[in-house]
C-alpha cells in the first residue's frame, strides 16, 4: 500500500505543499495567511497559472513543450482591448476573435513539430518572440499603444471577472480545467494515446496511435486556454496588455514538473499538475505574508524544480519496476 502511493506521480507534490504550507502557516501566525482572505489570494494566483498548466502538462506527457502562451495571454488581450476600445466592437464577438487566434498560435505550434520534426521548445520559443512582437507592432499601428482599457459588458464581467469576496472566478475556470483534464487523461482513449506518445514515440505509432493529432490538439488546447487567461486578465483587469503572462512561459513547465510529470514524456497526472500549481500560490501569497522580498520565491521554486526533478526520476524508476 505505502510503495503503491509512493509510486503515484504526485505524491512528491503533495508532500511538498503540505510540508509547504505548514512553514507559512507557523511563520505567518496572525499574520492571516490562514484567512479566508489569505486563502483566497493564493487560490487566485494559482488558478490563472493553472487553467493554462493543465494543457501545458498534457502537452509535455506527450513528450513536448510551449513557450508561446506568455505571449498568446498578452495578445488575447490585446485583440479584445483593441476591439471594444479603439475599434468599438462588442465585447463578445472579440472574445470569440481572442480565443479562435490563441487556438490558430497553438495550430501553427503544432503542424511545425509535427511537419519539420524540430523540437518543440525551439518552435515554440520562437512563436513567443513572433506573437509578441506582432501584438506589440499591430498595437502601436492601430492605437499607438501596447496596452489598452477594455469595455466589458455586464455578462462578460460576470463570466471573467465576477469576485466573491476576495476570490475570482478564475478559480471556477481552475476547477472545470481541472476536471476536464483529468477526465481526457483518465477516462478516455485520447489520454491513452497522449501517454504512449509521450511514453514511445515510434512504438505509439507502430501500434496505430495517431501521433501526430495527439500533438496537434495538444498544442491547440494550450493556445486556447492561454487565450482564456488573457480575457480573464483583462476583464478582470479593465485593460489589455502585449505583456501579459510572459511570467508564465517558465513558470507553468516549472509547476507542471513540481506536480510529477516528467521532462521526457509519459508519465504524470493532472492531480499533480494541479498540486505543483497550488504550491506556486501557496510559495508567492506565503513570503508576501512574511513580509520577505519577493526574490525568494524564485528561490523556492528553483530548489522545488530540482528536488522534483530527482523525485520524478526515482519515483518513475519505481513505478517501472514493478511492472
Known sequence: MIKSVIRRPETGALAAFILTYLFFAVATSGAGFVSINGTAGWLNLAAELGIVAIPVGLLMI??????????????????????????????????????????????????AVVKTNLP???????????????????????????SSSIIASDSAKFVFAARWGQANIAILWWGLAALAGYWLLSKTVF???????????????????????????????????????????GIQWNSGNATYGM???????????????????GYGSVLGIVLGTALFGVISTG?????????????????????????????????????
Open 62 to 111: 506527450s513528450g513536448e513543450f510551449d513557450l508561446s502562451i506568455g505571449s498568446t495571454v498578452g495578445a488575447a488581450s490585446m485583440i479584445v482591448a483593441l476591439g471594444t476600445n479603439q475599434l468599438g466592437l462588442p465585447i463578445w464577438p472579440m472574445i470569440g476573435v481572442a480565443l479562435v487566434a490563441g487556438m490558430l498560435i497553438g495550430l501553427c505550434n503544432g503542424l
Open 247 to 265: 511570467g508564465y512561459v517558465f513558470q507553468a513547465p516549472i509547476v507542471v514538473v513540481i506536480g510529477g510529470i516528467l521532462l521526457t514524456g
Open 191 to 233: 489520454g491513452n494515446w497522449i501517454y504512449a506518445t509521450g511514453g514511445n514515440l515510434n512504438a505509439a505509432r507502430g501500434a496505430g496511435v495517431p501521433v501526430e493529432r495527439v500533438k496537434i490538439t495538444l498544442f491547440v488546447a494550450t493556445g486556447f486556454a492561454a487565450a482564456l487567461v488573457g480575457i480573464l486578465q
Open 120 to 146: 518543440s521548445f525551439i518552435v515554440t520559443l520562437a512563436t513567443n518572440f513572433i506573437v509578441i512582437g506582432a501584438t506589440m507592432g499591430f498595437s502601436r499601428l492601430i492605437a499607438n499603444v501596447t
Open 287 to 323: 513570503i508576501f505574508y512574511t513580509g520577505w522580498n519577493t526574490d525568494w520565491i524564485q528561490l523556492f521554486l528553483g530548489g522545488l524544480l530540482a528536488i522534483a526533478v530527482l523525485a520524478n526520476n526515482y519515483i518513475r524508476r519505481l513505478a517501472l519496476a514493478s511492472r
